[in-house]
C-alpha cells in the first residue's frame, strides 16, 4: 500500500441511512459467519434483515442448531442467554444489554432460591422468560408453545412448582388438570391490556375473533376464541376462515402476520396505557434498532458471558425441554 494510500475507517452507524444499516448487517454477517436471530416483537426493520424470526421456542431450537461463529440476538437478554448457554463455544451478542424483561425481573435468583427450599420435594418448571441462575434451578423449561405438554410430561404424583408468570401457569393448570404452586410473576405487556377497552373494541367488532397470548390474565382469556404463543397466533390467522382478528399479545407480531394474511384485518387489543399506538407495546424489546444491532456486529460487544456452573445447570433444563419435541 502506497505510504500516501489513507486507510479508510468503520462506518459510524449514527450517520448510515435505513439502507445503508441492512447493507452493512448483511456484510457484517458474511465477515463474521453470524447469524442473526429476532423475536417476533421486534420492530419490521429487525425482523427483514434478520435470518431467522420466531418465537421463543423456535428461537431456541435455531439457537441449538446454528453453526455459525457469531449469534445476534435481537430479543431480550434471557434469550441471548438461552443461546449462550445451548452453544457456550460461541460467541453471542445483544444489541442493548439493557433489554430486559418484567417476567424474568419478578424471579430475582435469591428469593426463588428461598423459594424452593420452602417447598421442597416439587418440580420446577420454568418459563424461558426468566434468568439464567433461575433456570439452573429448575428440573425442566417451558415455552408458552409447550407448556402443557412439558407439564404433562411430569409424573402424576409429584408436585409442581411453575414460574414465574402467574397468567401462564394459571392457564397450564386449567387444560392439564395438575395442581401447580404458582410464582406471583406477570408480563407488564399482557397485564396492561385492557379488558373493558377490549370488550368495547369487540362490541364495535362483532365478527372479529379475539386471539390470545397466554400470558394475558384469565378475564381475556375467556373472551378469546384461540389461545396460543405468537407462532400459534400467527398460524391460526392463517389456517382460520375468519376476516378480522383482534390480537391480544405485543403488537410488534403484527409485521409477521400482516404479511401472513394481507387480505385479513388485524386489530392490536388495546393497552390500558395511554401510549401513542394505543396497543402493548414490550418497551425492552424496542430498545434493539438496527444502529445497535450494526454495532453489536462490528464490535462483537455486548457479549454474554455466564458462570459455567450457571451454564451446567440450565443448560440440563433446557436440554430436558428441546428433548420433548
Not at 441449538?64 to 463455544?89: H, Q, W, Y
Not at 411430569?154 to 401447580?180: C, E, M, N, S, W
Not at 391490556?193 to 362490541?203: E, T, V, Y
Amino acid at each position: 500500500m502506497s505510504i500516501h494510500a489513507v486507510q479508510e475507517l468503520p462506518a459510524d452507524p449514527r450517520s448510515m441511512d435505513h439502507d445503508a444499516l441492512v447493507r452493512g448487517i448483511r456484510r457484517l454477517k458474511r465477515e463474521r459467519n453470524a447469524v442473526l436471530l429476532a423475536h417476533y416483537y421486534q420492530t419490521p426493520d429487525i425482523q427483514d434483515v434478520a435470518d431467522h424470526v420466531g418465537d421463543s421456542l423456535q428461537l431456541a431450537q435455531a439457537a441449538d442448531r446454528s453453526t455459525s461463529d457469531v449469534i445476534v440476538f435481537a430479543g431480550v437478554l434471557f434469550m441471548a442467554e438461552t443461546a449462550k448457554i445451548l452453544n457456550p463455544g460461541r460467541t453471542v451478542v445483544v444489541p442493548d444489554l439493557q433489554a430486559g424483561c418484567s417476567l424474568s425481573d419478578s424471579a430475582p435468583a435469591g428469593p426463588f432460591a428461598a423459594f424452593l427450599e420452602a417447598h421442597p420435594h416439587h418440580l420446577v418448571v420454568s418459563y424461558i422468560n426468566c434468568s439464567a441462575a433461575v433456570k439452573a434451578m429448575s428440573d425442566i423449561i417451558c415455552t408458552s408453545s409447550n407448556a402443557v405438554r412439558v407439564v404433562n410430561s411430569l409424573p402424576a404424583d409429584r408436585p409442581i412448582i411453575f414460574a414465574p408468570d402467574k397468567h401462564l401457569g394459571a392457564y397450564v393448570q386449567r387444560v392439564t388438570g395438575r395442581k401447580l404452586l404458582l410464582w406471583n410473576g406477570v408480563c407488564e405487556v399482557h397485564v396492561d391490556i385492557s379488558i373493558d377497552k377490549l370488550k368495547l373494541l369487540m362490541m364495535q367488532f362483532e365478527d372479529a375473533k379475539l386471539i390470545a397470548h397466554p400470558e394475558c390474565p384469565e378475564p381475556i382469556l375467556a373472551e378469546a376464541h384461540h389461545i396460543g404463543s405468537t407462532s400459534s397466533l400467527i398460524d391460526f390467522v392463517q389456517r382460520d376462515p375468519g376476516q378480522r382478528y383482534i390480537v391480544a399479545t405485543e403488537a410488534g407480531i403484527l409485521h409477521r402476520m400482516r404479511a401472513a394474511v394481507p387480505d385479513k384485518h388485524l386489530i392490536p387489543a388495546p393497552a390500558y396505557a395511554n401510549n401513542t399506538c394505543a396497543c402493548s407495546e414490550c418497551p425492552y424489546m424496542k430498545l434493539n434498532t438496527l444502529e445497535k444491532v450494526y454495532r453489536a456486529l462490528d464490535t462483537l460487544q455486548p457479549e454474554i458471558v455466564l458462570p459455567e456452573h450457571i451454564s451446567i445447570g440450565a443448560e440440563r433444563a433446557l436440554r430436558r425441554m428441546l428433548s420433548l419435541g
